[in-house]
């Protein structure tokens, strides 16, 4: 008997194991403090290196001066970028030329493109010597203009922040779905608006990490790192130094302290130290400072939408267009992919069809972007939430019967949307009910209305998110068509050892998903045997070859990819398991199968143990039946079929695997004197798929509400006029802690997806909710001061500053 | 006195003695002198409390003194919560509760909790959220970690209640 | 990130303490690390010599109480001064302030003398202890001398004390009966706070006796309102008066301007926060 329950193939017996709220192995050694980090890593005789950075915006580096650095006994080599100019190739872009043609290196050359880019390395037996020598850097800057903003860096005279490349711009496209002109022809009114989303990072606790160590007799560089893509960075780095993959091991630790998009970026810091080690014949060690890692450690794209929406006086959107400049930072690194990932979730949640969206992605001085969790669609989610306030306003109509008016309807399920994105089911208007009574909007409604007399600011918002999951890379190709990626896939591999035991493993990484807890439960429905039986084991290490070429953790797609594969593998290893067994009992193959680490027969009763298969399959092999080979390891790479796998002419592509959605609704309460500003209450609802672990689920769902929450009302990289970035450590870069957290009531609607073989959709991203939901409730909050909002981070200051604007006017 | 300076640190019940400089940070003596390497780092402005352990049974944040400061004195570390591998009361909470993802903020988020159940044993979820106010996770949204010390607190006065 | 060398002195005496900083230009007092250590590891403060207080025996952290008189000793830390039954009592806005610093691991190792000495118009226990009269004990090379509160912040991160001075005692009057709060506004506890005022108010049937108002991020120092001060003697804390006072207090204030607070905003915060502290005070 099969048991796992999935949607390909005959529909089984209910699941064991998968959906338990099983405890989270990994979690018992964390609690002993018996991880094993980056940062724990001890090799013999490891160096370390330490950055000096530039401290200014944009300026051209006329001499740099590293000879004081030798003063200090302990320091043995300071590299610039002058040096690696000449021993590195730039590394690979995405984009053609011309954008394609700028030049990327580890160490800024020739000039400083923003505040805090790395301009030389130490190296140094002790990390407190490396910093010492950082300090003795002399730098001889000229100062350059810095542009900030995304609309001005596209302006005719903006400084160049790359001159080679002629302009500011690194990609532009559009798309134009169905047909906005008959839309915009048909409706009773247009809404303008603009939606500006701001600069934020990942900031995980664990900052990025990297030991390199050069084994000369083989001639290979081993890499232990926090690398959340290690096999996609990894030809970026051999191109870089000019070896093949074969000369380059990549290893990620078995704990990674968070990631959430930031730990992608950082293979122009392995690239580095890879350079070095094989310079300095020792191992080299850095891991970022926290003000390095606010500063280039990864920042969410800053997005301008100016946007026109047609819709009926009923509050049916017609049709939308838009342009959207996206400010990518100094280096596009792993962009302009950020300029076609929104499109994962072009109409949001909402069944609009005509959509024209002109998107350019331009360069300016502040630090690099790149994946921050819910990446590039966080933006595109805001700004469709935020539309839908507008028009709720203009009609004066409720906002939440906006939302329902324009809600994808269950029966369109499986949803294939105006760009050919295939949403994989769920029961928007359920849900959406469902929040608002969980909230008790009307309750809410009606005491915002009693006490505004009385001076109190309440105020409701919602904001719906489709948190797309296991991404298709075709969808790069609209950048670049000869981009050499497309499509997913991961690996799982299933052995049952020489004693019995089943072991397993994937290709991803780890950064506090618990796989090792939610992937022995896929194995252990498999083989019907408790999941703590099943031995995982975490790490990656790119010499085992368990790995696809898109292996890793991003992106959602662990559980819906690695996950299927792992459930491939198993399945294929338990029918080798039953062909030997069938041979050892005696018995017929349709009679037998297994059930806690025994072989039975369904029809005698009679049982071995795994352990008697597995000796016969790997040392007692003579006793084989013909045809089969000795060992019981299973491996499958699995590949999904997105349907729509490539884009056509029009950037149609169904980019995603699964499109798990995510309503979030929050009542807030301004302080009128102080500006404060208070969550009162914060409902979430969403749909995750098949759930493999409760626990693991709702850990993912609570903590993207807490990014969104502190991305809404906290966390800010602000850069001054000249480019200097003012909150640059945690004093100034505030993400909340326990005091500022609320209490959030999380609820689920669960259907299978339609799309994945499991049924499970990825949800580690969350989407973004809480930002459209808070920056709607505070706007709605101060409707009395009469202030609009347009980006989606508010502060008291910013409420402040906003009231007396209206003051003076 | 210039120069490297001989310390004589307890911890977790083991002596440690070195000559270190002394600008050496406490955190660094822990982790790269008595190598345990469960106290972890996290910030540069005292900020996150990954690096908080109990000094003579209060806690600090190891990265904001200096170890030569510590002479002396006695340490206890994440690693001394279990005994024998067996999780202690509060680690089992944490487990139990699902209280950690990447587990990077949890030994200080233990040793944080540790010290205000010593002194509170039956604490408001209000005074926990100001017991660890000095920690930052960024996986959990912290709910269920304050679930964790609530549960901890509740169980560990249930034994003593049966001591009785 | 981490400091740059220095040279580390530990004396056991008060006197060997003056000596040293006597003959060191640049030796710098270490008290409980919190601010000091912070800033050496940005390398925005890096002090070639520190001399350690801790193990000097005349300064072991206390807190007594001599008839009205309340002495602290300089190495008391936060969290003493915040559990301390008897300032709860005796001086209870002092004890909520330094409850309201930061949080537990900083109130375990900060401590008032380094608060203070620190001369930070953001420190919480300079706003209190202006709010409560208090005197400051100092000893030096030439001996001890008392400084009244009022005469000890000069400017930014400079005070009354003397190079070679170290603080030894605070010293308060116990004022159980008169009205005493501090409130504050922050972002996070792993941040600094936005704006804060201590506030100590004797009534006597409803009308202020003596008032002292002190303010926090306010200006270059920690400053009192003395204005609105003398405003408030003898009227009755009704909403006008409150409202009044607070104008007073902060229309010529120019606290500093940075990313979470202008001037403006910090003068509401202020303002906002003296109404509603005064207004506690009554009904
Ligand atoms: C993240 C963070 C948040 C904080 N938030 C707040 C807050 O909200 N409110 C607040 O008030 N504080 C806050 N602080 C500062 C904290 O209160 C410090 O503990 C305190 O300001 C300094 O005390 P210390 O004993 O640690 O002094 P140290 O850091 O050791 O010394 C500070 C200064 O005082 C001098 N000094 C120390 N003791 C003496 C003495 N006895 N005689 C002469 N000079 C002396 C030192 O030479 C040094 O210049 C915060 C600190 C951090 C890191
Ligand atoms: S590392 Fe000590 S507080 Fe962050
Ligand atoms: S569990 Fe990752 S930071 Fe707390």
Redesign the pocket.
């Known amino acids: 008997m099969e048991v796992l329950q999935t949607h390909k193939g005959e529909v089984k017996a209910a699941n064991k194991y998968i959906g338990k709220n099983i405890k989270i192995r990994e979690d018992v050694k964390l609690v002993q403090g018996k991880g094993h980090y980056i940062d724990d890593l001890e090799l013999p005789g490891t160096l370390h290196m330490a950055y000096a950075t530039s401290t200014y915006g944009h300026a051209r580096i006329k001499k740099i001066d590293t000879s004081k650095c030798f003063t200090i006994p302990g320091v043995l080599y300071v590299v610039t970028g002058e040096e690696l100019k000449s021993r590195l190739s730039p590394f690979m872009e995405i984009a053609t030329p011309p954008s394609g043609n700028l030049r990327d290196y580890p160490l800024a050359v020739d000039k400083v493109r923003y505040y805090g880019e790395p301009v030389a390395a130490i190296v140094a037996t002790d990390p407190y010597i490396a910093e010492d020598a950082a300090e003795l850097v002399d730098v001889e800057y000229e100062l350059l203009p810095v542009v900030l903003d995304g609309e001005k860096s596209l302006e005719q005279d903006a400084p160049l922040v790359h001159e080679n490349i002629g302009s500011n711009v690194v990609w532009k496209g559009v798309w134009d779905l169905g047909d906005t002109e008959s839309a915009f022809d048909r409706a009773d009114l247009i809404v303008e608006d603009v939606v500006r989303t701001h600069r934020y990072a990942s900031v995980p606790l664990e900052t990025n990490g990297m030991v390199a160590s050069y084994d000369e007799g083989s001639n290979i560089i081993t890499v232990h790192s926090v690398n959340q893509m290690p096999m996609f960075s990894l030809p970026l780095i051999c191109a870089a130094l000019g070896i093949p993959p074969s000369g380059f091991r990549m290893i990620v630790p078995p704990n990674v302290g968070g990631a959430f998009g930031g730990k992608i970026i950082n293979y122009t810091h392995i690239t580095l130290v890879s350079y070095l080690t094989r310079i300095l014949k020792k191992p080299v060690k850095y891991v970022e400072t926290r003000t390095e890692n606010i500063t280039f450690g990864t920042h969410n794209n800053e997005r301008i939408y100016h946007v026109s929406l047609a819709a009926r006086k009923d509050g049916k959107v017609l049709g939308v267009r838009m342009k959207a400049i996206d400010n990518c930072g100094a280096y596009p690194r792993y962009e302009p992919a950020g300029a076609v990932i929104w499109a994962q979730v072009v109409p949001g949640i909402y069944d609009v069809r005509d959509i024209y969206v002109e998107f350019i992605q331009v360069l300016s001085n502040k630090g690099p972007t790149g994946p921050v969790r819910g990446y590039s669609r966080v933006q595109h989610n805001f700004m469709w939430e935020r539309m839908m306030n507008a028009l709720a306003k203009k009609l004066n109509m409720d906002p939440t019967e906006v939302r329902f008016k324009n809600l994808i309807q269950p029966e369109k399920m499986p949803y294939v949307g105006p760009s050919n994105t295939i949403y994989d089911g769920g029961n928007y208007p359920a849900s959406f009910k469902r929040l608002l009574d969980t909230l008790e909007y009307k309750k809410w409604r009606d005491l915002q209305a009693k006490s505004r007399p009385d001076g109190r600011l309440i105020g409701i918002g919602v904001a719906a998110v489709i948190d797309s999951g296991a991404n298709n890379f075709s969808q790069i190709k609209i950048i670049n068509k000869d981009f050499p990626a497309s499509g997913n896939s991961d690996v799982g591999m299933v052995i049952v050892d020489q004693f019995g035991d089943i072991v397993a493993r994937t290709g991803t990484t780890d950064q506090g998903q618990s796989h090792a807890t939610t992937f022995s439960q896929i194995v252990a429905e498999v083989f019907d045997t408790d999941p703590e039986e099943i031995k995982f084991q975490e790490g990656f290490d790119s010499i085992s070859n368990i790995w696809a070429a898109h292996s890793g953790a991003y992106a959602s797609r662990s559980a819906v990819i690695a996950g299927t594969a792992l459930y491939y593998a198993a399945r294929n290893l338990k029918q080798k398991v039953l062909k030997i067994a069938q041979s050892i009992m005696d018995e017929p193959i349709s009679d037998l199968d297994i059930k806690n680490k025994e072989v039975f027969s369904k029809v005698s009763g009679k049982k071995i143990p795994l352990a008697k298969v597995a000796s016969v399959a790997w040392s007692d092999v003579g006793l084989l039946p013909d045809g089969i080979d000795p060992g019981l390891m299973s491996y499958a790479i699995y590949k999904p079929d997105f349907k729509f796998n490539m884009p056509d002419e029009r950037n149609r592509i169904n980019n995603t695997l699964t499109y798990s959605y995510s309503i979030h609704a929050t009542v807030v309460e301004v302080d009128p004197e102080t500006f404060q500003i208070k969550i009162l209450k914060h409902v979430v609802i969403s749909d995750p798929g098949t759930i493999i672990n409760p626990l693991v689920v709702e850990g993912q769902e609570m903590g993207a509400t807490l990014h969104g929450i502190s991305a809404a009302l906290s966390e800010n990289l602000v850069y001054d006029d000249d480019g200097i970035l003012l909150s640059s450590n945690?004093?100034d870069y505030n993400v909340i802690g326990a005091k500022q957290m609320p209490d959030l009531e999380l609820l689920q609607d669960v259907t299978r997806s339609t799309s994945s073989v499991l049924g499970v959709r990825g949800i580690g991203e969350g989407g973004g909710g809480p930002i459209g939901s808070i920056i709607n409730a505070v706007e709605d909050a101060v409707t009395p001061l009469n202030i609009k909002l347009i980006s989606s981070n508010i502060s008291s200051y910013d409420l402040f500053s906003l009231n007396r604007k209206n003051e003076v006017i | 006195m210039s120069g490297k300076q001989l310390v004589n640190i307890e911890i977790n019940g083991k002596k440690y003695s070195a000559e270190v400089e002394p600008r050496l940070l406490l955190v660094d003596f822990i982790r790269d002198t008595a190598k345990l390497k469960g106290t972890h780092i996290g910030c540069d402005?005292?900020?996150c409390g990954a690096c908080t352990i109990l000094l003579d049974g209060k806690s600090i944040k190891s990265c904001?003194m200096f170890a030569v400061e510590a002479d002396g004195s006695k340490i206890s570390t994440v690693e001394s919560l279990a005994t024998d591998g067996k999780l202690n009361i509060l680690q089992n909470a944490f487990w139990e509760h699902h209280a950690l993802q990447c587990g990077y903020c949890t030994p200080g988020m233990l040793m944080s909790s540790t010290f205000l159940l010593s002194r509170n044993p039956d604490p408001t979820e209000e005074e926990i959220r100001e017991g660890i106010a000095g920690n930052i996770c960024r996986c959990t949204g912290y709910i269920n970690i304050i679930k964790a010390v609530k549960d901890a607190a509740l169980v560990m006065s249930a034994e003593t209640g049966k001591e009785k | 990130m981490r400091p740059r060398p220095f040279d580390f002195y530990q004396p056991t005496s008060i006197k060997e303490a003056s000596e040293i900083l006597h003959s060191h230009e640049d030796a710098?007092?270490?008290?409980?690390?919190?601010?000091?250590?912070?800033m050496m590891k940005l390398r925005i403060f890096s002090p070639s010599e520190i001399m350690s207080?801790a193990k000097i025996k005349e300064?072991k952290p206390y807190i007594s109480e001599t008839g009205q008189i309340l002495k602290i000793g300089?190495?008391a830390?936060?969290d003493m001064i915040h559990r301390s039954d008897v300032l709860r009592n005796a001086v209870p806005v002092l004890s909520e302030?330094a409850g309201?610093?930061?949080?537990q691991q900083?109130?375990n190792?900060?401590?008032?003398?380094?608060?203070?000495?620190?001369?930070?118009p953001?420190?919480?226990?300079?706003a209190a202890l202006l709010a409560l009269d208090a005197e400051i004990e100092?000893q030096g090379i030439e001996g001890t001398r008392i400084i009244p509160i009022d005469e000890f912040f000069l400017d930014l991160f400079t005070t009354a004390?003397d190079h070679g001075?170290?603080?030894?005692e605070f010293r308060v009057k116990a004022s159980p009966h008169t009205k005493q709060k501090f409130m504050?506004v922050?972002k996070s506890?792993?941040?600094?706070?936005m704006a804060f005022v201590a506030l100590n108010v004797g009534l006597s049937e409803g009308f202020v006796e003596n008032a002292r108002i002190a303010l926090g991020v306010a200006g270059p120092t920690p400053l009192r309102a003395l204005e609105a001060e003398k405003f408030l003697l003898k009227k009755r804390l009704d909403s006008e008066v409150i409202t009044k006072a607070a104008q007073i207090a902060t229309k010529d204030l120019e606290p500093p301007s940075d990313v979470h607070a202008s001037e403006e905003y910090r003068k509401q915060l202020l303002s906002t926060l003296i109404k509603r502290g005064l207004s506690s005070f009554v009904g």
Do not use: C, Y
């Open positions: 945690f004093w | 402005t005292t900020s904001t | 710098k007092p270490l008290a409980g690390g919190q601010s000091l250590i912070p207080l300064m300089a190495m830390t936060h302030a309201e610093i930061a949080d900083i109130r190792r900060g401590t008032i003398g380094g608060n203070i000495a620190h001369g930070d953001s420190t919480n226990l300079s100092v004390l001075e170290i603080i030894t504050k922050a506890d792993t941040a600094f706070p």
